[in-house]
T-cell receptor, first 115, second 115 residues
Framework: EAGVAQSPRYKIIEKRQSVAFWCNPI?????LYWYQQILGQGPKLLIQ????????DSQLPKDRFSAERLKGVDSTLKIQPAKLEDSAVYLC?????????????FGQGTRLTVV | AQSVTQLGSHVSVSEGALVLLRCNYS??????LFWYVQYPNQGLQLLLK??????LVKGINGFEAEFKKSETSFHLTKPSAHMSDAAEYFC?????????????FGPGTRLSVLP
């Protein structure tokens, strides 16, 4: 079974530039998450999709971050314009969400450095 | 919202020694708890999960964790550390949030294994 795929693995941009990350979840997983992991901290949820609908985006800085999952499969996360504090690893995860005991499967992440 | 604390941001053990990583949670309802491991430049991988079937949960790579309701704890242990166990370990709780399943992660504990 293929895992969660993310690209790119690494990205370096200057502040005020824009950047996009891509995620392809495990086939059949209805729920897709985007997490932000700042160095030395645990992952923090940015946005959660159930199929192609947004379940929770309360922690997404909507003035600069946007995300979509148009066909209910793969997803893109965009930052425009980027700030220095956006430097982090962006993790995508997916789950069948059949219950609260269902685990999430994570991709390898995209490490973003804003200079 | 639930929360997770992990005592000790960095734990060092000698190879062959006992590994003990601490996790405490706050929850007003029976929790669903998870331990994930993150190797350098990798995503998170599930070690084990507690789903109320048994208080002692065995996971991959020789790890196990014991759920203690009276202590609101879910500590992770391994009898004998290997060099390959060096990684970041995250405890997480699953909760119902905005019609979806959300994972709340602790800040993580970095495990170093000394030869």
């Amino acid at each position: 079974e293929a895992g969660v795929a993310q690209s790119p693995r690494y990205k370096i941009i200057e502040k005020r530039q824009s950047v996009a990350f891509w995620c392809n979840p495990i086939s059949g997983h209805a729920t897709l998450y985007w997490y932000q992991q700042i160095l030395g901290q645990g992952p923090k949820l940015l946005i959660q999709f159930q199929n192609n609908g947004v379940v929770d985006d309360s922690q997404l800085p909507k003035d600069r971050f946007s995300a979509e999952r148009l066909k209910g499969v793969d997803s893109t996360l965009k930052i425009q314009p980027a700030k220095l504090e956006d430097s982090a690893v962006y993790l995508c995860a997916s789950s069948t969400s059949e219950g609260l005991d269902t685990e999430a499967f994570f991709g390898q992440g995209t490490r973003l450095t804003v200079v | 919202a639930q929360s997770v604390t992990q005592l000790g941001s960095h734990v060092s053990v000698s190879e062959g020694a006992l590994v003990l990583l601490r996790c405490n949670y706050s929850s007003s309802v029976p929790p669903y708890l998870f331990w994930y491991v993150q190797y350098p430049n990798q995503g998170l991988q599930l070690l084990l999960k507690y789903t109320s079937a048994a208080t002692l949960v065995k996971g991959i790579n020789g790890f196990e964790a014991e759920f203690k309701k009276s202590e609101t704890s879910f500590h992770l242990t391994k009898p004998s550390a290997h060099m390959s166990d060096a990684a970041e370990y995250f405890c997480a709780v699953s909760e119902q949030w905005n019609y979806g399943q959300n994972f709340v992660f602790g800040p993580g504990t970095r495990l170093s294994v000394l030869p």
